[in-house]
């Protein structure tokens, strides 16, 4: 019943997926790239079902991961920053930085950007961006490394350019992270993969009980899901 809400093209492909199976984590890439249907180069995507309580304190997982081989596409970071850190960011690449300026741009509705990091002495002014940047995914934290001393600038916005991703547990007890795009090769993805799943299991949280990893999927922006088989996806962490 689920097929019928997708178009023809998807439903076409969809064949191609035995969704009784869980594959192989490079048997999955590659018949991932071959259900790709869009006009555009696609995100592969990764979903992890987790053994967590999403409502317990000591049941979070986030961190952050530099993909070996990025995500495949520029991307636009905001410094919220002032006085040495206002120079220390432009030089270091970001293309938008600034304080209470930049701040009342986003207010007035202005999203161009896909990071957003910010020195601790700005926190208290970018507080007020909570409601706005919160729901994206966007606000600065210092879980996620994207808080720091203006002198770490430099690395924090290298390693943004090279591929520098968040993770994080919902409220469904899911992970998902971007892993590159359709168009990488299979080695590429694979490796961005095995980058990934070794950063969630080395960031197990202290509360965690029984199984930690449930499942594992890969998807791309249009195409279906794949399940991958969980025992030999883990094993890439190894």
């Excluded at 970001?94 to 209470?100: F, K, M, Q, R, S």
């Amino acid at each position: 019943m689920a097929l019928a809400r997708h178009g023809k093209k998807y439903r076409k492909v969809s064949e191609l997926v035995d969704r009784t199976k869980t594959y192989p984590p490079g048997e999955a890439i590659e018949l991932i790239k071959k259900v790709s249907y869009a006009s555009f180069d696609e995100t592969v995507e990764l979903h992890l079902r987790m053994g967590l309580d999403p409502r317990s304190a000591d049941q979070q997982v986030r961190g952050v991961v530099v993909l070996p081989h990025g995500l495949g596409k520029k991307v636009g970071i905001v410094v919220f920053a002032h006085g040495e850190g206002v120079k220390i960011a432009q030089e270091a690449g970001a293309e938008y930085v600034g304080g209470d300026e930049l701040i009342k741009r986003i207010e007035e509705g202005w999203l161009g950007f896909d990071v957003a990091i910010a020195t601790p002495d700005m926190m208290g002014k970018v507080g007020k961006l909570g409601k706005i940047l919160g729901r994206r995914g966007l606000m600065p934290n210092p879980k996620s490394g994207t808080v720091v001393a203006a002198t770490d600038l430099p690395r924090v916005i290298a390693e943004t350019r090279k591929g520098r991703v968040e993770f994080r547990l919902d409220r469904t007890a899911i992970i998902h992270v971007p892993l590159g795009k359709i168009s990488f090769e299979v080695n590429k993805l694979l490796e961005n993969l095995a980058a990934v799943v070794e950063a969630i299991v080395k960031a197990r949280p202290s509360g965690a009980k029984g199984q930690y990893i449930r499942s594992v999927a890969l998807s791309s922006t249009m195409g279906p899901g794949i399940k991958l088989d969980l025992k030999s996806t883990l094993a890439l962490a190894a």
